[in-house]
């Protein structure tokens, strides 16, 4: 293929990556908790001075390396301390590994795989999710898969493309001064059962340059490690073992499940393409056996087998992990997307191959699940309301509105073309069409319409409340956080924040005769729990079911100073 088609390509993917990531990226109030913790971090790190230490409302933060806060704190630098700018890092680098992906597959397999799976890894929930929150996933999603595809290149490719092999080693660094370990984890659990199973071992230590990539990982990746230890000692060392060892073990912050919870994960997270996922396997595992053991071009059947064995370990890793999250398997998405593709590809040109009508209608089923479940969620969302007004008070006096209905609709509809389309032989490409418009609509939708509405009424009003508390309160003054534990009130507040859960009333109350004044904010239904030497207090402003009280009702909010107005919901 010429370079202008290739042209035309990246400019379609970086349009579209650019409207799914970027648009409205920074409309939404910070989410609790890893977003307002991130987001918090790194605004410390601005005000603070302090560049190797993180810390979280103003006490040291262990959880993570400082990489992705260097990076948002450049952000805020460039665009001022807020939602976009803690977001603007993830955003970037998934953009950045979509053009990746495509410059990958196009170079062992052609414009038409590259755009095909590029296309396959941008449109999905879980990559667009992933990349529109302040965490460290994007990053590492992106400097694992850079050191993954260094490796491929640097085994297989011949002259200079052998000197990829260095990114291995560099992304693998990158990635561990990320999200720690599991940086260099993803990429071992990739690399290792491909080089056992084809014994290509000995091929690896003449080609990979271990040694050396050794040294380079480690000038990387340790530096801000020891600097840490030398800082902390046994203070970092215990909570860095809690954060590794600890998450793998124990589940952290109720984040557990069994070990089936990344099974719907994967399937709606990377719906629609995840329908291919279980032939493409089957396919990947049945052309390695039966190609020769010893080709060395890359676009072998052997990629799709490192593919695979790379989404297998990892989906197997966090699903023995006791702490689950969502995000946690973002990972494999990329190895998930060269196995749809290359299964795709071959539907398209071989109308007998296997699993193609199971694959469509698996597709189908995960869609119309999807789409009903859309569809009834104003029912669902009744069903469920007093467990959601725990959480949101405002949940009892509002309600989704039609966004997910109609979200739902759009899939309906869209599965039902794929499978239109998708049996005949002369039409199959239309489905791939249907099927991508169809998660594109859903997701503009929310992009546009649910989640403005549900940050309007679920997520800024307390920290609408939060921001204007700390524009009045002084040095010597406190903001106490009543039953709303949440991290973002103190990148709101940008101040301390001393939070105080239900039932923990005493330590409250030794806060409250302190010198100067105290704000609470808090749930409205938790005021008759508050001591009784702050029953008194009045409310000075109040927000979709939070409210700010303070001993001295001084509120001063000048013109051009208060805290925005929420957006009115689409």
Same mark, same amino acid.
């Given at each position: 293929?010429?370079?202008?088609?290739?042209?035309?390509?990246?400019?379609?993917?970086?349009?579209?990556?650019?409207?799914?990531?970027?648009?409205?990226?920074?409309?939404?109030?910070?989410?609790?908790?890893?977003?307002?913790?991130?987001?918090?971090?790194?605004?410390?790190?601005?005000?603070?001075?302090?560049?190797?230490?993180?810390?979280?409302? @103003?006490?040291?933060?262990?959880?993570?390396?400082?990489?992705?806060?260097?990076?948002?704190?450049?952000? @805020?630098?460039?665009?001022?301390?807020?939602?976009?700018?803690?977001?603007?890092?993830?955003?970037?680098?998934?953009?950045?590994?979509?053009?990746?992906? @495509?410059?990958?597959?196009?170079?062992?397999?052609?414009?038409?795989?590259?755009?095909?799976?590029?296309?396959?890894?941008?449109?999905?929930?879980?990559?667009?999710?992933?990349?529109?929150?302040?965490?460290?996933?994007?990053?590492?999603?992106?400097?694992?898969?850079?050191?993954?595809?260094?490796?491929?290149?640097?085994?297989?490719?011949?002259?200079?493309?052998?000197?990829?092999?260095?990114?291995?080693?560099?992304?693998?660094?990158?990635?561990?001064?990320?999200?720690?370990?599991?940086?260099?984890?993803?990429?071992?659990?990739?690399?290792?059962?491909?080089?056992?199973?084809?014994?290509?071992?000995?091929?690896?230590?003449?080609?990979?340059?271990?040694?050396?990539?050794?040294?380079?990982?480690?000038?990387?990746?340790?530096?801000?490690?020891?600097?840490?230890?030398?800082?902390?000692?046994?203070? @970092?060392?215990?909570?860095?073992?809690?954060?590794?060892?600890?998450?793998?073990?124990?589940?952290?912050?109720?984040?557990?499940?069994?070990?089936?919870?990344?099974?719907?994960?994967?399937?709606?997270?990377?719906?629609?393409?995840?329908?291919?996922?279980?032939?493409?396997?089957?396919?990947?595992?049945?052309?390695?056996?039966?190609?020769?053991?010893?080709?060395?071009?890359?676009?072998?059947?052997?990629?799709?087998?490192?593919?695979?064995?790379?989404?297998?370990?990892?989906?197997?890793?966090?699903?023995?992990?006791?702490?689950?999250?969502?995000?946690?398997?973002?990972?494999?998405?990329?190895?998930?997307?060269?196995?749809?593709?290359?299964?795709?590809?071959?539907?398209?040109?071989?109308?007998?191959?296997?699993?193609?009508?199971?694959?469509?209608?698996?597709?189908?089923?995960?869609?119309?699940?999807?789409?009903?479940?859309?569809?009834?969620?104003?029912?669902?969302?009744?069903?469920?309301?007093?467990?959601?007004?725990?959480?949101?008070?405002?949940?009892?006096?509002?309600?989704?509105?039609?966004?997910?209905?109609?979200?739902?609709?759009?899939?309906?509809?869209?599965?039902?073309?794929?499978?239109?389309?998708?049996?005949?032989?002369?039409?199959?490409?239309?489905?791939?069409?249907?099927?991508?418009?169809?998660?594109?609509?859903?997701?503009?939708?929310?992009?546009?319409?649910?989640?403005?509405?549900?940050?309007?009424?679920?997520?800024?009003?307390?920290?609408?409340?939060?921001?204007?508390?700390?524009?009045?309160?002084?040095?010597?003054?406190?903001?106490?956080?009543?039953?709303?534990?949440?991290?973002?009130?103190?990148?709101?507040?940008?101040?301390?924040?001393?939070?105080?859960?239900?039932?923990?009333?005493?330590?409250?109350?030794?806060?409250?005769?302190?010198?100067?004044?105290?704000?609470?904010?808090?749930?409205?239904?938790?005021?008759?729990?508050?001591?009784?030497?702050?029953?008194?207090?009045?409310?000075?402003?109040?927000?979709?079911?939070?409210?700010?009280?303070?001993?001295?009702?001084?509120?001063?909010?000048?013109?051009?100073?208060?805290?925005?107005?929420?957006?009115?919901?689409?």
């Amino acid at each position: 293929m010429t370079i202008r088609p290739r042209l035309a390509h990246l400019a379609l993917l970086l349009a579209l990556a650019c409207l799914f990531l970027f648009v409205g990226l920074g409309d939404l109030g910070l989410t609790d908790r890893d977003e307002g913790s991130n987001a918090e971090a790194a605004r410390e790190m601005v005000e603070t001075g302090n560049w190797i230490s993180p810390t979280l409302n @103003y006490e040291p933060r262990f959880a993570k390396p400082a990489l992705v806060y260097w990076l948002m704190s450049g952000a @805020y630098r460039t665009f001022g301390v807020g939602e976009f700018g803690a977001r603007f890092p993830s955003a970037v680098f998934g953009v950045a590994l979509v053009l990746l992906h @495509y410059w990958f597959l196009t170079r062992l397999r052609g414009a038409q795989a590259g755009l095909l799976g590029a296309l396959m890894l941008l449109l999905n929930v879980e990559m667009v999710a992933i990349g529109r929150l302040a965490l460290t996933d994007s990053v590492l999603i992106f400097f694992t898969t850079l050191a993954l595809y260094g490796f491929w290149l640097g085994i297989f490719g011949e002259g200079r493309e052998r000197h990829a092999i260095w990114l291995l080693y560099v992304g693998a660094a990158l990635a561990t001064l990320t999200k720690g370990p599991v940086g260099v984890l993803v990429p071992l659990l990739a690399i290792a059962p491909y080089l056992t199973i084809t014994r290509r071992w000995g091929q690896f230590w003449q080609r990979g340059q271990p040694i050396a990539g050794l040294v380079v990982f480690l000038l990387l990746a340790v530096p801000w490690y020891a600097a840490m230890l030398a800082i902390h000692g046994s203070q @970092y060392t215990a909570s860095a073992q809690a954060n590794t060892i600890g998450r793998f073990l124990t589940a952290i912050g109720g984040h557990g499940g069994t070990v089936l919870f990344y099974i719907p994960i994967l399937f709606f997270g990377f719906f629609p393409w995840s329908g291919f996922l279980p032939a493409a396997l089957f396919a990947a595992w049945r052309d390695w056996r039966a190609a020769p053991l010893a080709p060395r071009l890359p676009s072998s059947p052997e990629l799709d087998l490192f593919a695979a064995l790379w989404l297998i370990a990892v989906f197997l890793f966090f699903s023995l992990s006791a702490t689950r999250l969502p995000h946690y398997i973002g990972p494999l998405l990329p190895a998930a997307a060269i196995l749809s593709a290359s299964y795709w590809q071959r539907c398209l040109t071989d109308a007998a191959t296997p699993g193609l009508r199971a694959s469509l209608r698996l597709l189908m089923g995960l869609g119309y699940v999807l789409g009903f479940l859309l569809a009834a969620s104003p029912i669902l969302y009744a069903r469920f309301l007093d467990q959601i007004a725990r959480e949101f008070p405002m949940a009892t006096q509002t309600d989704l509105g039609l966004g997910p209905p109609v979200a739902g609709v759009i899939l309906l509809i869209g599965v039902g073309l794929v499978w239109h389309f998708g049996r005949s032989e002369e039409r199959r490409a239309g489905a791939f069409l249907a099927a991508g418009a169809s998660i594109a609509g859903l997701m503009l939708v929310a992009i546009v319409i649910v989640l403005p509405r549900f940050s309007h009424y679920f997520i800024k009003p307390p920290q609408e409340l939060a921001y204007a508390a700390g524009f009045n309160l002084g040095p010597q003054d406190r903001l106490i956080a009543y039953g709303t534990p949440k991290p973002s009130l103190v990148f709101y507040a940008k101040r301390k924040v001393i939070m105080i859960k239900p039932g923990e009333e005493e330590r409250m109350r030794a806060h409250l005769g302190q010198p100067g004044r105290t704000m609470i904010l808090l749930p409205a239904r938790l005021r008759p729990q508050v001591p009784a030497d702050a029953a008194t207090y009045p409310v000075i402003l109040q927000r979709f079911g939070y409210v700010l009280l303070a001993s001295e009702p001084i509120f001063n909010l000048p013109a051009g100073t208060a805290a925005p107005a929420a957006a009115a919901p689409h």
